[in-house]
DNA sequence: GTCAGCTGCAACTCTTCACTTGCATTTCGG
DNA sequence: CCGAAATGCAAGTGAAGAGTTGCAGCTGAC
C-alpha cells in the first residue's frame, strides 16, 4: 500500500485518474515522460494495492480509481495515527505517576 | 514520506518506539532479526522524515516518535482524500448533465 | 480484408536500497 | 585508569525496482 504510493510516477497517475476520469495506458504515457511499457507496470502495481480497476472497452483497457479503496485507506491511516496518540499519551501518564 | 513507511522494518520501528517509548538504536536492533547498523540507517530514514528525533543521552542516543508530524502527516492524508472524493464526485456531476 | 492503433509478454540495463562486516571513537562504571 | 558498551564512519554485496526496447497478438474502422 504504502509501496503504492512511495513513487512519484505512481502518485502523478492516481492524481491524473481521479482528476480526468479513466483512461487508457497509452493516453497516460503521452502526458508522462515515460514509455507505455513503464506506465503499464505501475498500473499493474496500483492495480495489486487496490487502488484502481483496469476495464477492458473494445480494443483498449480504461483505467479508473477506486474511490473505495482510497477512503478506506485514508480512514485506517487516521486510525493509526490516534493509535499512536493514544499510546504516546498512556506513556506521558506513566511518566507524571512515577 | 511514503517512502519512509513504506518499508516494513521501518513501520515495525515507529510502532515499537510509538508503544514502549524512546530507545537506543542498539536495544531496537536486540528486539530485531536485522544487525545494529541496519536500525541505524532505518532510523537516519525516519528521522529525515520527520517522523523521529534522536537525542543524545549519556553515550547512548534516545530515538523518540514525533508525534506532531505523525497526526500532521494523517490529517494531510484525509484532506487529500477527500480532494480525490471531490474530484470523482464531479466528474459523476458531469457524466450525468450528459 | 487490411491496416492502423492498443495491448500483452519477454528480456535487459541501471540505479537504488536493505543489510552486513570491520574498525575507530566516545563514555560510563568500578 | 581500564574495560565494557554504545555510537559513528566506511566500504562492499545482493536483490529489488524503475525504465527501456523489441516483437507478437487483437480489435475496430474504412
Known sequence: ???ALADPT???L???LATHGSAS???LA???PVS???VVQHLAVLDAAGLIRGRRAG???RHEVRSEALTATASWMT???EQWDERLAAIRELAEER
Do not use: I, N, P
Open 25 to 27: 495506458a497509452t493516453a
Open 14 to 16: 492516481l492524481t491524473r
Open 1 to 3: 500500500m504504502f509501496v
Open 10 to 12: 505512481r502518485r502523478a
Open 30 to 32: 503521452k502526458e508522462l
Open 59 to 61: 480494443r483498449e483497457v
Open 36 to 38: 507505455r511499457q513503464a
Open 79 to 81: 486510525r493509526v495515527a
